[in-house]
């Protein structure tokens, strides 16, 4: 897994997608960056500002948790109906199970297993925020070794649950461990080798 270190951001690009406009999340600077088309308010729909509420922090990280598993998930079995399904009505318009097979070629290509995320808290490298049309941005990665999983994430509150509305995801070397962490671990291991030490002979 050998990727270039690098920050990546979120930018939105316009297209025409049948009768709709689609805009594209992407992870910018990368070949591995995988991009999901995200849906667009269809004409005459509201904005979900007015009744959507900040989640909190237990539902955000199973937002997260849930999305990246079902990713992996479908590309480990090259189904991504479930993917779209989980999608808002605007997500699934622009985006077919096989356009979401294309997006994610790579990922799918090397049989990742995001399963371990289940065993790491995700951090976020900005706040939540909900947009002008009430919609939740999630930003940041889960710290997963010998590489990082960096998500970028859009959500649309639909008959008051979040749904998926856009997604980028992109694998990263995860940094080496600071002198800091290393110095913290030390005493630790001292402890439990002094107490290893001292502990009686059982007879």
Not at 88 to 100: D, E, W, Y
Request: charged fraction near 20%; charge should be positive.
């Amino acid at each position: 897994m050998k990727v270039k270190d690098e920050k990546y951001t979120m930018r939105v690009r316009t297209t025409a997608a049948v009768a709709a406009l689609a805009a594209l999340l992407s992870i910018s600077g990368d070949a591995r960056a995988q991009a999901l088309a995200q849906g667009q308010n269809s004409a005459g729909q509201q904005p979900a500002a007015q009744s959507a509420v900040m989640p909190d922090p237990y539902q955000m990280s199973m937002l997260i948790r849930t999305t990246l598993i079902a990713l992996s998930q479908a590309n480990l079995t090259g189904n991504y109906t479930v993917l779209r399904d989980l999608g808002s009505p605007a997500f699934q318009a622009v985006n077919s199970a096989a356009r979401l097979t294309e997006a994610f070629t790579e990922l799918r290509q090397r049989r990742l297993d995001f399963s371990p995320i289940l065993f790491f808290d995700p951090k976020l490298v900005r706040e939540p925020a909900l947009d002008e049309a009430g919609r939740l941005r999630l930003r940041g990665f889960i710290e997963t070794r010998p590489e990082q999983i960096n998500f970028d994430m859009l959500f649309e509150y639909v008959g008051g649950d979040w749904r998926l509305f856009g997604l980028a995801v992109q694998m990263q070397p995860a940094p080496a461990p600071t002198a800091a962490a290393g110095q913290k671990q030390a005493p630790a291991a001292k402890q439990k080798a002094a107490t290893k030490t001292s502990a009686p002979a059982k007879k």
